[in-house]
């Protein structure tokens, strides 16, 4: 083979999340885009706040083709970095210094160039807490780390006791996401506690840097009076990981940055890797357009309530049924156990139903599928005939 096998074979294969997304949009076709119960993607369907639209027809307006389609820094525009430092600090009371922030092109650019500045010598680990994003093993691997899976603990929680036996002189780095994608969990604030103390100990005792990385997108998406986690405060050496693609939904727009602590070890040395990293991978200069948008909109987030309801919709109308989930206080996804035990199997069955809902193994927790519920509330309540017939196939 000529080209570079393992890229050939990443281009191949989709994730599964991706071929879901792809059979749904061929069943559409075929029998009507409302008879499709199609919860396979994170995409948002809550409308941004109308803030955005009105910015960038101000800025198209009233700005400058330079000032708005032109090259910014490269690690992104001084003043919308400083916004972001400022609004953080307010939210969380925890100062981030914007000279140690890099504007990327969403959480997926985020984390590929982190783990690129961190990761170093062929023996690193980076550890993942189960259930956790597919792609985060894409990501380690090409960074050339191997990816550790930390299994949950219950209501798929953080497990912690597990978590300290991993840890080992070759871990690099861990990934931390809440609330969690695919399980909608938020992680307690005790539990938190507890991985960085152990990250504390684990630093000590094999004389190293383990970097936390939290990877953050849906941050401002949470329920039932919870709070987002400030995990800088908790563990010095610490990496956000942010987007705007579910907040402000805008995912396609690929817009986002990462944030040294300012209280990590050698911070300006990790910072001038992440340059580095995202000069070497092609990441520089995010889309100016919308580092101009995020400068006039961080801290709004679209309407939450939407995703509330179809949570609580959906969570009783499943668990009536019979159906065991976790229970989810952030983003806008179910993880639902597979009544069979087998995930790839209760996904199959259920696109009889013409529900498609994603099996959960390449999530790193096998018999679950998971549901996004980032769609419309109709089609929620429409749903809910079929899952009725799915569920009589299991529970009679």
Known sequence: MICNEKMYALGAKRSVIRELFEYGKMRKAAVGEENVFDFSLGNPSVPAPAEVKDTLIDLLSTESPVAIHGYTSAQGDKGTRDVIAKHYEEEFGFALDSDLMYMTCGAAASLTITLNAIVKDPTDEVIAFAPFFPEYRVFAEK??????????ADGLELNVE?????LNKNTRAVIINSPNNPSGVVYPEEQVKAIAAALMHAEDDFGTTIYLISDEPYRALVFDGKKATCFPKYYDDTVVCYSYSKSLSLPGERIGYIAVSPLASEKQELYLAVCGAGRALG???????????????????????????NRDILYSALTEMGFTCA?????FYLFVKAPSGDGNEFSEEAKK???????????????????????STDLIRRSLPAFRALAAKYFR
Request: charged share 20%; with cysteine.
């Open 143 to 152: 960074a050339g780390a191997k990816l550790v899976v930390c299994p949950p």
């Open 162 to 166: 597990a978590f300290r036996a991993l």
């Open 283 to 309: 990441y520089v200069c995010a889309p100016a357009l919308f580092q101009r948008l995020v400068k006039e909109c961080d801290g709004l987030t679209a309407d939450v309530n939407v995703y509330r309801e």
């Open 327 to 331: 229970y989810p206080s952030g983003a």
């Open 353 to 375: 139903y013409d529900i498609l809902v994603v099996p959960s193994d390449s999530f790193g927790c096998e018999g679950y599928v998971r549901i996004a519920y980032c769609v």
